[in-house]
DNA sequence: TCTGGGGTCCTAGGACCC
DNA sequence: TCTGGGGTCCTAGGACCC
């Protein structure tokens, strides 16, 4: 018998977002489409729909008979969105996910564009991720449309080196969703992840310890998870673009231009090393709402409005820790100002909450103590320091339970003098 | 014709305590 | 009477990821 050797998988959903849309309108495959932007509903399709061929009654059951020529497209759009995804036939105009819609309604004009549907694409992440627990238990959620996996236990993870797992859970995860996903499989999560890119979409790859220098030191910097723009400038900057040539470095020359842990942690990446572990189960640190106004907004000229945002992003946290079972310590403020640096402020509390008005009162102590003589694109509440309800009452018991956004909103006049109250 | 929203983790200085 | 060292908490900013 041989000795098990850790193999862990990368599934990464193909274009999820877009696809989930195609799943509904079929209509639109082999087009480029983009999914962002503004706050349509299909319900909008549907509304025109009926309005301009009232012959029949167009319903959801409908969506895939929807005319082309009823969606919006990307030419003329106006506004602050940012692409989520674009399907592959629109990428090869050279959009692609964070552009501004702006940018690529010049660059594809044509390109169809969808809104964004959360709950769907909740729904459809929800199911793919059971799909690959009843496969491969020990599954670490990575967002939406990502996950890791343990293969190193699970009954013929080990075969081929895990390509034929790899192959059923594609299987198993298009049979039962219609979807498409990428599996990268390596002796562990940072290999594993560069795997999962190298064939998309529909790719499998498997990496071995040994393939180290033949697959991976070719590869940019930047392939690296965890290595941004700034860290790949920065290496740039010393003569180091690929993977290969910072393995090249020793430990001693990194640490005298990175710290002694980022230094230790590249070179480890480098040479391939990590031991991370396939995490299944984790709690959350902070939950936070943020918005960007339409237009950049002055503390001053536009407090009424402020106001109003203000007092609806501390209901919406206070509603999403209720909702959750949370309560939290730490209250903070985001500003972005127009030229895109941002601040913060935060305060914490003698004990933790959930409720709106106590989350409202804090931020506002922390908006206090912000510069607000510029204007400012984007406000953002946050809490942090998260318990969980029952431990916290369980540790400080006679609190008060929390009040919702509905008591809160129901003092939105006073909100308003309350920013007011910040400035002067 | 700039750049969403929701997160995590790290660093660094100062307060405060022993 | 001139000044150690460690630990923890709080705050602010920033890099990075999905």
Avoid at 319 to 339: A, E, H, M, N, P
Wanted: hydrophobic share 40%.
């Amino acid at each position: 018998m041989s000795a098990r050797i850790r193999r862990i998988a990368h599934v990464d959903m193909d274009a999820f977002y877009a696809s989930v849309e195609l799943l509904r309108y079929p209509q639109l495959k082999g087009l480029p489409v983009v999914i962002g932007g503004g706050r349509r509903s299909e319900d909008d399709l549907l509304a025109r729909l009926n309005q301009t061929r009232p012959e029949r009654s167009w319903t959801t059951a409908d969506l895939g008979r929807i005319p082309l020529d009823f969606f919006p497209r990307l030419a003329g759009y106006t506004g602050r969105g940012v692409i989520t995804t674009a399907t592959y036939p629109a990428r090869q105009f050279g959009v692609g996910s964070a552009m501004g819609l702006m940018k690529a309604a010049r660059l594809c004009p044509q390109a169809i564009l969808l809104p964004v549907d959360f709950a769907e694409y909740r729904q459809y992440s929800r199911a793919f991720k059971d799909i690959v627990t009843e496969i491969a238990p020990v599954m670490e959620d990575r967002g939406v449309d990502e996950v890791y996996i343990d293969f190193t236990d699970v009954p013929g993870g080990q075969r081929e080196g895990g390509r034929v797992l790899a192959r059923l859970i594609q299987k198993s995860i298009f049979d039962q969703t219609g979807l498409t996903c990428s599996v990268g499989v390596a002796p562990n999560k940072l290999l594993a992840k560069m795997a999962s890119e190298f064939n998309k979409p529909k790719g499998i790859s498997i990496v071995h310890e040994l393939d180290l220098a033949e697959q991976i030191w070719p590869l940019a910097c930047r392939k690296i998870n965890g290595i941004g723009p700034k860290a790949d400038e920065k290496l740039k900057g010393l003569g180091i673009a690929t993977i290969g040539q910072l393995a090249a470095k020793d430990l001693a020359w990194l640490a005298r231009h990175f710290g002694p842990r980022t230094s230790a942690w590249l070179h480890d990446a480098a040479h391939g090393r990590d031991e991370r572990p396939v995490v299944t189960q984790s709690e959350p640190v902070s939950m936070s709402r943020e918005t960007t106004f339409e237009r950049d907004l002055h503390a001053l000229h536009d407090r009424a409005e402020l106001g109003v945002i203000f007092t609806r992003l501390c209901a919406q946290v206070a509603d999403d820790l209720q909702r959750k079972g949370y309560v939290g310590r730490t209250i903070g403020i985001k500003l972005r100002f127009s030229d895109f640096k941002s601040l913060t402020r935060d305060l914490t509390l003698p004990g933790p909450t959930a409720d709106a008005q106590a989350i409202r009162n804090a931020a506002g102590q922390c908006l206090k103590r912000a510069p607000l003589a510029r204007r400012f694109r984007l406000l953002g509440v946050r809490v942090g320091g998260l318990q969980r309800l029952e431990e916290a009452q369980s540790s400080m018991p006679n609190q008060p339970p929390s009040r919702g956004s509905t008591e809160l909103l129901a003092t939105t006049a006073e909100a308003e003098d309350s920013w007011t109250g910040q400035l002067f």
